[in-house]
């Protein structure tokens, strides 16, 4: 999500900022000194509702899906529940609750029941838009029929698929393409990029018919990925790597018809910083390199701007080209979370897990070249990577209503609608539209009030004749819209 500063321009100064301490705790929020009076703003659009604490005085809360802000000390009350859009005037600055220091704006905001610095959704100079780099990766090509559903109505480009000539999902396809990943037991694929480019020769030879197999079956592909994780540690192998991933991505492109996606370096590799400059003889004619950058179990709580080892270190490779006047290619980070043999339910919950790939992904939006983020986070193959990747209905809701709220594009088909609309409830509004019209109507609210791109949907349950109403309204004129009628 890409926020809009709260006050005017004028006012930037933190006296207060996120993580300082307090005494013996954090403060997780920031505190922008401001005069009194100055006009407060909705750093985004969102359900506003008036809180008050002791403490806080006087609040704003609004609530857009799993973002939540609190605006404290304004001056007075904000009135009546309504439906805000960003830079929509909430408040004014004042010193209700404890505001010690002064007048001024406390800002503190909530991702999933989590603490998060809003300054981190800021925009940025030179950043991309807000938009959602985030994909889906499956370990298992027979995906479950309600894990589809989630991509579909989340309406993603593409996922990743490990093995897709092992099956498919005949009872319900998925509706994008994939990038097809090919392991192999032992993985004799790894020493071949040793060998350069006569390497590649034999590494197609070996992933050709399991392609077919995979394209017999109904897969769509787009892109297959270079062997995974090969250890470069010196100047040489910098050079087979070369060699290979060029061959490689003629061969794939010429005979396949698809896209070669190199490198699919492990995070920390190449261990050696000054490596990465004689990337340049490959990098220079690449279309997309892959990279595995995870946040390591021990220090889960570390941000993604601090670990540039693990996290972020694509920026290393990308300097080290700009020195020889050469672009980074595409990238795609083709797995990220928390690796661990113990995993990453034994350091986090969803909800904090969730923190942490947004915090990823909001970092890696600063660097245009970054096209796609797809998070190692789902398995339903008995018996491989379970510690660490579990798919489960607590993660999908979180992650999928993320990317359904960061999409440039977002579709509201009636399958779209329906697909999310217990997972993407936002806070009830008395004073709203739709409450307003559905109860005045004699109908019974049958859902809370759902939100996807600027449409805001609610559900009603008409008892006379036994169905569901879907209603919609949209800013700025509110007007009701009956969408859909259902069966009962």
């Keep these: 999500m890409k926020l809009r500063w709260p006050l005017d321009g004028d006012y930037t100064h933190l006296s207060t900022k996120y993580g300082e301490l307090l005494g013996s705790k954090p403060h997780n929020a920031v505190d922008i000194s401001a005069p009194d009076g100055a006009a407060v703003y909705a750093p985004y659009a969102g359900s506003l509702l008036q809180d008050y604490t002791p403490a806080g005085g006087n609040t704003a809360k609004i609530v857009n899906g799993s973002y939540i802000t609190r605006l404290c000390h304004l001056s007075e009350p904000v009135g009546v529940a309504r439906y805000v859009q960003a830079g929509d005037q909430v408040g004014k600055v004042g010193r209700s609750g404890t505001a010690w220091t002064g007048f001024h704006l406390h800002w503190e905001m909530k991702l999933c029941g989590e603490p998060v610095n ?35 109505a989340s309406g993603m480009e593409d996922a990743l698929i490990i093995n897709p000539d092992w099956g498919i999902n ?14 192999f037991d032992g993985e004799p694929d790894k020493q071949l990029v040793y060998d350069g480019a006569a390497g590649a020769e034999k590494w197609l030879a070996m992933i050709r018919p399991r392609f077919q197999a995979a394209q017999a079956l109904g897969w769509r592909s787009i892109a297959v990925t270079s062997p995974n994780e090969v250890y470069i540690g010196s100047l040489e192998q910098v050079r087979q790597l070369n060699a290979f991933s060029l061959r490689a991505q003629e061969l794939v492109r010429n005979e396949l018809g698809v896209a070669f996606w190199a490198y699919s370096y492990s995070e920390g ?17 690449l279309a ?41 290619p595409e990238v795609r980070i083709t797995e990220h979370g928390i690796d661990s043999p113990a995993g990453w339910r034994n350091y986090v919950s969803a909800p904090q897990q ?18 796609a983020i797809y998070p190692f986070i789902w398995n339903n193959y008995p018996g491989q990577w379970e510690p660490f990747s579990m798919s489960g209905d607590d993660i999908n809701p979180l992650y999928f209503d993320h990317i359904r709220q960061h999409r440039e594009n977002i579709d509201d088909s009636i399958e ?54 879907l209603y919609r309204t949209q800013a700025p004129r509110w007007a009701i819209e009956e969408y859909r009628v259902v069966p009962n």
């Design 354 to 371: 969730m923190v942490y790939l947004a915090d990823y992904e909001t970092a890696c939006l600063q660097d245009s070249y970054v096209k």
């Design 269 to 285: 590799n190449p261990p050696y910083t000054e490596l990465n400059k004689y990337h340049a003889d490959s990098a220079a004619h």
């Design 170 to 183: 005949r009872d319900k396809p998925l509706n994008c393409p994939i990038a097809a990943r090919f392991w």
């Design 288 to 328: 997309v390199i892959a990279l595995h950058e995870y946040r390591m179990g021990w220090q889960h709580t570390l941000p993604a701007e601090k670990d540039t080892w693990h996290m972020l270190r694509y920026r290393r490779m990308a300097a080290s080209l700009a020195e020889l006047g050469v672009a980074m």
């Design 118 to 152: 809003p300054l981190s959704y800021l925009p940025k100079e030179g950043a991309m838009p807000s938009k959602c780099l985030f994909r889906y990766q499956g370990q298992n090509p027979v995906l479950p029929a309600k894990e589809i559903d989630y991509i579909k």
């Design 416 to 469: 779209q609608v329906l697909a999310v609309a217990n997972t993407h409830v936002i806070a009830q509004v008395p004073d709203f539209a739709l409450y307003k019209h559905i109860t005045g109507n004699g109908l019974v609210l049958a859902s809370g009030e759902f939100s996807i791109g600027s449409w805001v949907y609610q559900w009603a349950y008409d008892r006379e004749h036994n169905t569901r109403i």
